[in-house]
């Protein structure tokens, strides 16, 4: 019988000085720990949003991992037929739950087991110490409400998290991150995306939607070297059809340069789209031309480090007759 | 008289573009001011580091986390440029394998596992979420159908009837904060039913965690999802 367990819950939290909490066993089976030690970007208490930004010479200091072997505390075997039962226990989370098997806790070789929760218990308490403590009246305040000016939609890639990119701090942008950062039409039906769209328009009232594309992008990349019709068991080759009109536009004007130009071009090219997808929406094409929302569009290129940004022209752009559309306020930034 | 109330209009309708064009500024200095500050303080101090970034990421990490702008790993775990693949939706929800609806949600995990083979997948929960607030509240509170998002918090429907059933003598807000967890624990389930997660799980090259942010009390819960066979009965 195969059961669930939710196990090691850890509260992390400090006092007045930073205390470290006795690890608990982990009983993850044969797998190194996860080392996000020794960061070399590794500094928390950056950008404080009251403060002049600098970066502290803060350096975290971890444990040194080990290549290290966990021993298995079953006999899980590896089941071609691994199928899931629901746990006759009920399985309670909260602060105070504790791992639910003490046998597991016993058989199971410590090491550095928890080197991974560990570090994440570390960074967490930086953050409370240098960021939440120093500027606690301001995250009580956004404890009530958050009201951000800006919904970020940007791609999930690791490298491009535009809270890091553009220093957007916390209670600034509401931000979705999927592959390839891309908004489908309203007509393709319910999506996380388009979900997010309604509750930052229509609740939160954000003023600018800002949708940033990116260089090397492999959801784009996917897109353009795809045959015609997608394959339809692969996830990634569906939800990018999200941007074949880019993909089209792309193959037209850029045919004759090489294949990564072609994909360089299409990642902007896909953000355009999506900025015209934005205007598939009825409550978003009324509030832009009241001027109460504005579109923009980014594309952050990581490998020279410069940053493009452009305004989507609602009044000058035609997109009645055609899709057309004017851009203003084009700037690059190195 | 009509004349007036046109130079009031045109006047009204000037001072309008002249806000908007000043917000407009204001949003556009804020965020070119926050990427001369990463370039200057990060991206010109570690040029071999993001040199070696551009060719490739490997995160370790799947992060589900919320799109609530209070929210971002980043900064509450301080997660750094080629760390972490991340994914932001409303709610940090992982809906179960379905090729028809949740194309988004599974490109990314195809992505995450099967190319970039990241070791863990943490989905992220946090206190006062406007999400669960609405699953818990709708439809009782009277308020008009949103299109969008009532269709993807329909997800965490498990979730609020568990709550609902266990624990009716709550308050709502601490109901909330219950399903805020109980919404994590079945995403880290639903994982489970993409056939990569679950090859990649069995072969246990692959952690789920789960996490809460309570930016209340500023304080953090990690935890995990485990996954055990029982010693068979043997049945002579």
């Not at chain 1, 006759?88 to 046998?103: D, H, I, M, Q, R």
């Not at chain 1, 995306?193 to 229509?202: G, Y």
């Not at chain 2, 009509?2 to 309708?13: F, H, M, P, R, V």
């Not at chain 2, 930016?215 to 055990?228: A, D, M, P, R, Y």
């Amino acid at each position: 019988m195969l059961s669930l367990l939710i196990s090691q819950c850890q509260t992390i939290s400090s006092n007045t000085s930073i205390s470290l909490l006795r690890s608990l066993p982990s009983p993850m089976a044969i797998l190194p720990p996860t080392s996000l030690s020794g960061h070399p970007l590794s500094s928390s208490s950056s950008l404080s949003p009251l403060k002049t930004p600098t970066i502290l010479g803060f350096r975290l200091k971890f444990r040194e991992t080990q290549e290290t072997r966990f021993s298995l505390f079953t006999s899980f075997k590896s089941n071609p037929a691994f199928g899931l039962m629901a746990s006759k226990e009920p399985v309670a989370v909260g602060p105070t739950t504790k791992c639910g098997n003490s046998k597991m806790e016993t058989e199971v070789g410590v090491e550095n087991g928890c080197a991974t929760f560990d570090e994440m218990k570390h960074r967490f308490l930086s953050f409370k110490k240098w960021k939440f403590m120093e500027n606690l009246e301001h995250f009580q305040n956004l404890a009530n409400g958050q009201a951000p000016k800006f919904m970020v939609i940007a791609c999930a890639d690791s490298r491009v998290c535009p809270s890091t990119v553009l220093g957007f701090q916390p209670g600034e942008a509401f931000i979705v991150r999927n592959v390839a950062n891309m908004v489908p039409p309203c007509e393709s039906g319910p999506s996380e995306t388009n979900a997010a769209l309604e509750f930052a328009v229509n609740s939160l009232q954000v003023e600018n939607i800002l949708v940033i594309g990116h260089s090397r992008c492999g959801g784009i990349r996917a897109l353009m070297s795809m045959q015609d019709e997608a394959n339809s068991s692969s996830f990634i080759q569906n939800w990018v059809l999200v941007g074949k009109t880019a993909r089209l536009n792309t193959k037209s004007a850029a045919h004759n340069l090489s294949f990564d130009d072609q994909c360089r071009h299409c990642e902007k090219e896909s953000v355009n789209c999506s900025l015209l997808n934005l205007l598939t929406y009825p409550w978003i094409e009324e509030k832009v031309k009241k001027g109460a929302l504005s579109l923009h569009g980014g594309y952050y290129d990581f490998i020279d480090c410069t940053f493009e940004k452009w305004t989507l022209d609602y009044e000058g752009s035609s997109l009645e007759e055609s899709d057309k559309f004017a851009l203003r306020n084009q700037s690059l930034w190195c | 008289m009509a004349k007036q109330y046109t130079e009031d209009l045109i006047s009204g309708l000037k001072k309008d573009l002249r806000d908007k064009e000043e917000r407009d500024d204001n949003a556009v200095e804020r965020i070119k001011n926050g990427f001369i500050r990463f370039k200057t303080c990060k991206f010109d101090k570690c040029p071999k580091y993001f040199q070696e970034l551009a060719e490739g990421q490997h995160p370790k990490f799947l992060v589900f986390a919320c799109s609530d702008s209070r929210v971002s790993p980043s900064h509450v775990l301080d997660f750094q440029p080629g760390e972490a693949f991340m994914v932001r939706n409303i709610a940090n929800l992982v809906p179960p394998f379905d090729q028809l609806r949740y194309t988004g949600v599974g490109a990314a995990i195809e992505y995450a596992v099967s190319s970039l083979q990241v070791e863990n997948i943490l989905v992220i929960g946090h206190s006062r979420c406007g999400g669960i607030e609405r699953l818990m509240s709708f439809p009782e509170n009277g308020s008009a159908p949103f299109d969008f998002i009532d269709d993807w918090m329909k997800i965490a429907l498990p979730a609020k009837l568990k709550i609902k059933a266990e624990h009716s003598c709550l308050s709502s807000e601490e109901q909330n904060a219950l399903c805020e967890r109980e919404a994590v624990n079945l995403s880290l389930v639903n994982l489970l039913s993409y056939p990569y997660v679950q090859k990649a799980v069995a072969d246990q090259t692959l952690a789920l965690r789960g996490g809460y942010y309570d930016f209340v009390k500023g304080s953090f819960e990690l935890w995990q999802l485990n996954t055990e066979l029982s010693p068979p009965i043997i049945i002579p």
